[in-house]
């Protein structure tokens, strides 16, 4: 049974950081990604990294502020996340699927309903 565990949320002052991390188990992927949903909002891709060489990509908006890693011994993905502002505020949710390839098409890791396995939100409130 694959799960995804996620921590690392929080209550956070503006320009401050937090660091989410997203531990697998029952189940083995090429690829990972977090996305976020702010309340009354889409549900908005964040980054997706790409499990054997660490390559990873960003959403436009996270682009230089937003970091992600991995441990392979741990089985764990981290999303860093730095000059954190009000509009990062959103529940923070990390996906995976195994028949998603990182060099394959880039509009399918964006996209949060090609992901199946999804990790339970993680809050995430900065304020201004």
């Known amino acids: 049974q694959v799960q995804l565990a996620v921590s690392g949320g929080g209550l956070v002052q503006a320009g401050g950081s937090l660091r989410l991390s997203c531990t697998a188990s029952?189940?083995?992927?090429?690829?990972m990604g977090w996305f976020r949903q702010a309340p009354g909002k889409e549900r908005e891709f964040v980054s997706v990294m790409n499990w054997g060489d660490g390559g990873s990509y960003y959403g436009s908006s996270m682009k230089g502020r937003f970091t992600m890693s991995r441990d392979n011994a741990k089985n764990t993905m981290y999303l860093q996340m730095n000059n954190l502002g009000p509009e990062d505020t959103a529940v923070y949710f990390c996906a995976a699927d195994p028949r998603l390839s990182f060099y394959g098409e880039a509009s399918r890791l964006s996209t949060w309903t090609e992901y199946r396995y999804w990790g339970a939100g993680t809050q995430v409130t900065v304020s201004s």
């Open positions: 029952g189940g083995t992927f090429n690829v």
